[in-house]
Structures are given as structure tokens and as C-alpha cells.
């Protein structure tokens, strides 16, 4: 079973803080991504990865930056945390090759004081 | 882009009922359909997908429809258990690996 780990499940900051969020999956997947997930709208792609040191831009990702230095990890980050990046944030990866099903972490309640 | 729209927003039915959401896209070159069971606490589990060169599959008590002229698909839970009430996500994907999501449906079955 694949296996996607976020390092926190809840998590509370200040304003203007640098906030990093992790990542970690065990399959080797080449694909991994952030989405933030609010009510109403959905889930939201933020960044993602399709290699090591390579990133593209989702929807949403002002505020946001994204780190890959290896396969397994994939790290988001605030540069200075505002309240309106108070939200559930979850990571997934997949295989590359063709259309392939993203599996998801549990997600991390990040709130912005 | 692509843009995915689903209903309803929520979803009440009786235990032992059916219950079918609807969710349509916009992008004809989309050709993966994936849908997703979110409990709470927990993050989203892929539960059934469909590929475009098919227009029905089933696993148990879940099917999905897909309808590629009219841009639409649709999970349906037969005899529906306590255990189905959750957050349910669709999702079209094109061959950017990129997916988009609809905006959930919050089933509950009543016992």
C-alpha cells in the first residue's frame, strides 16, 4: 500500500512567520503535489513535481513555494504566513507514466494567528 | 483549464437506499475520472476511476457512468451503508497529470 506521511496534523503560527510543510511517500512515485482544501471549493492545486529540483505552478500558488532536493519528499512553504493560508493542506503523489490515481496523505489543519 | 462541477452538495438517503452524484467537465481532451471517499479526519481514498475508452465499471456496491458526448460521469452506491457517509470528490484528469476537482458531496445515510 502506498503510503504518503505529512509531518504534522495540526499546526499553529503567527503572522509573518516562514511555515514548512512535509512531505515524505514510499513508493517512489515521480509526481507529488500540494493542494489546500477549503469548503466549498473543493481541493486546490497549489504546486507540483514531476522529478527531483523540478516544480510547476498550480492554481493558487501566490504566497506559496515548494522544495524537492529528494524523490520521496516534497516540502511547502509559506514565505510569511497570512491569515487567509489558514486552511487544510494535503500532499499527494502518483506514477507518471499515462493517467494514474494520486494518493493522498491526511492531510495538515494549519492555522494562521 | 479544465473546469469540474458536481452535485448535489449534500446528500441524505436512507440505509439500503441508492445514491448517485453527478459531476460534469469542460475539457474534451480529459480521459482519466477518478473518485475519491474523504472520511473525516482522514484524507481523500480513491474508491473507483474510469478511463475514457470505457463508459461503465463497477466494483460491489459502486459504479461509475461515463457519458464522453456529454461531458459528464456519475457515481452511484447501491444499498447504502452508515459506513458510505463521508465527503465524495470527482475528478477529470487531461495528460498534464494535473487533476481537477469538483467540490465535494457530503453524503450521509441514515440508519
Known amino acids: 500500500d502506498v503510503k504518503v506521511t505529512q509531518s504534522s496534523r495540526y499546526l499553529v503560527k503567527r503572522t509573518g512567520e516562514k511555515v514548512f510543510l512535509e512531505c515524505v511517500q514510499d513508493?517512489?512515485?515521480?509526481?507529488m503535489f500540494w493542494y489546500r482544501q477549503d469548503p466549498g471549493l473543493g481541493l486546490r492545486l497549489i504546486y507540483f513535481?514531476?522529478?527531483?529540483?523540478?516544480?510547476e505552478k498550480g492554481d493558487i500558488p501566490e504566497g506559496y513555494s515548494v522544495s524537492r532536493e529528494k524523490k520521496e519528499r516534497f516540502s511547502l512553504i509559506l514565505e510569511s504566513a497570512s491569515t487567509n493560508q489558514t486552511s487544510m493542506y494535503l500532499c499527494?503523489?502518483?506514477?507518471?507514466?499515462?493517467?494514474?490515481?494520486?494518493?493522498f496523505g491526511d492531510g495538515t489543519r494549519l492555522s494562521i494567528l | 483549464g479544465e473546469n469540474v462541477e458536481q452535485h448535489p452538495s449534500t446528500l441524505s438517503v436512507q440505509e439500503g437506499d441508492s445514491a448517485v452524484i453527478k459531476c460534469t467537465y469542460s475539457?474534451?481532451?480529459?480521459?482519466?475520472f477518478p473518485w475519491y471517499k474523504q472520511e473525516l479526519g482522514k484524507g481523500p481514498q480513491l474508491i473507483i476511476d474510469?478511463?475514457?475508452?470505457?463508459g461503465e465499471k463497477k466494483d460491489q456496491r459502486i459504479a461509475v457512468t461515463l457519458n464522453k458526448t456529454a461531458k459528464h460521469f456519475s457515481l452511484h452506491i447501491t444499498e447504502t451503508q452508515p459506513e458510505d457517509s463521508a465527503v465524495y470528490f470527482c475528478?477529470?484528469?487531461?495528460?498534464?497529470?494535473?487533476?481537477?476537482f469538483g467540490t465535494g458531496t457530503s453524503l450521509t445515510v441514515i440508519p
Open positions: 475528478a477529470a484528469s487531461g495528460t498534464g497529470n494535473q487533476f481537477y
Open positions: 513508493m517512489d512515485h515521480e509526481n
Open positions: 513535481s514531476y522529478d527531483v529540483k523540478m516544480k
Open positions: 475539457d474534451s481532451a480529459s480521459n482519466y
Open positions: 474510469i478511463r475514457s475508452n470505457v
Open positions: 499527494a503523489s502518483s506514477w507518471s507514466v499515462g493517467n494514474q490515481p494520486q494518493h
